[in-house]
Each structure stands twice: as C-alpha cells, then as structure tokens.
C-alpha cells in the first residue's frame, strides 16, 4: 500500500500541528489574556488547542476557507502565543491558496 506524496506531506502536517501544541509555553500576557476571555486557564487552554488542532485538520483536508477562520480564533484570543506565531504563518498560506 503506497500513499501519495501529497498525503505523506498532510500527514506530516498534521502531527506537526498537533505536537506542536503539546509543547506551549505559558506567559504572562499569554495567561492575562486567558483569564480574560475565559472563566480557568483549562478552559482557555481546551479552547486552544481545540480550535489549532480544527484548523490543522481543515488546512491538511485544503479546506481554506475553514482553516483561516479557526486559525483567525487562535491568533485573536491568544496573540502571544506560540501556537498564534504557528497559526499566522499558516493563516498567510490559507490567504494564498484562496488567493486573498
């Protein structure tokens, strides 16, 4: 059984994506802007990775549209972020490939 080159490239996307969340650092701001938005940092923090891990998945399936908006979310609630770094690389990707 073979996979495709562009399938190998989506998968690799993918567990990119979703490693890369596991290893978010907390900051200062990163946590004020948590407890603004959200009742505990758990909620925050499930609603990271959640809406990152949802825009990893649209993005590697090409769905631009789908993926831009969940990356938008990330960026907009947690701007200092390492994922938010991540997601504006991406987002700029998503902006191209809808030729935007």
């Given at each position: 059984?073979?996979?495709?080159?562009?399938?190998?490239?989506?998968q690799?996307?993918l567990?990119?994506?979703?490693s890369s969340?596991?290893?978010?650092?907390?900051?200062?701001?990163?946590?004020?802007?948590?407890?603004?938005?959200?009742?505990?940092?758990e909620?925050g923090?499930?609603?990271?990775?959640?809406?990152?891990?949802?825009?990893?998945?649209?993005?590697?399936?090409?769905?631009w549209?789908k993926?831009?908006?969940?990356?938008?979310?990330?960026i907009y609630?947690?701007?200092?972020?390492d994922?938010?770094a991540e997601?504006?690389y991406?987002?700029?990707?998503?902006?191209?490939?809808?030729?935007?």
């Amino acid at each position: 059984f073979q996979y495709s080159e562009s399938h190998m490239k989506r998968q690799f996307l993918l567990a990119l994506c979703i490693s890369s969340i596991l290893f978010l650092g907390t900051s200062e701001l990163h946590a004020a802007r948590i407890k603004k938005y959200f009742k505990t940092e758990e909620e925050g923090e499930a609603y990271l990775t959640t809406h990152y891990n949802l825009a990893c998945e649209y993005y590697n399936n090409e769905e631009w549209r789908k993926a831009s908006t969940e990356f938008e979310r990330v960026i907009y609630f947690f701007p200092t972020s390492d994922a938010a770094a991540e997601a504006a690389y991406y987002l700029g990707v998503c902006y191209f490939e809808m030729k935007e």
